[in-house]
């Protein structure tokens, strides 16, 4: 069974980008463009890995972030941003992100 990557971000280009470039070296993903969907798809199947966008249409990543990880504490996310806010770095962190990248990837 291939490992199943959730990618969470508002950009349709970004989403579309990483999916392809993730399946093509062999990893299943699902994606989604609001913090909700990315929520509900998480809670419909676990995924192995979350790239989560911090700035999401209803919620933010970090909101998010700690949703995901309520619901499974092991799970890692990835955190991906355009903004450099070293508050919301630690803030990730504090919530037990994985790592915190930035745009473009």
Do not use: W
């Amino acid at each position: 069974m291939k490992p199943l990557i959730l990618v969470i971000d508002d950009e349709e280009a970004i989403r579309l980008f990483l999916a392809a470039t993730l399946e093509d070296e062999g990893y299943e993903v699902m994606t989604a463009a609001t913090g909700g969907d990315g929520l509900a798809a998480a809670a419909a199947r676990t995924p192995d890995l979350v790239l989560l966008d911090l700035m999401l249409p209803d919620m933010s990543g970090i909101q998010v972030l700690g949703g995901l990880k309520t619901a499974v504490p092991h799970l890692c996310v990835v955190m991906i941003t355009a903004y450099r806010e070293t508050d919301t770095a630690v803030q990730a962190m504090k919530l037990d992100a994985f790592d915190y990248v930035n745009k473009p990837i």
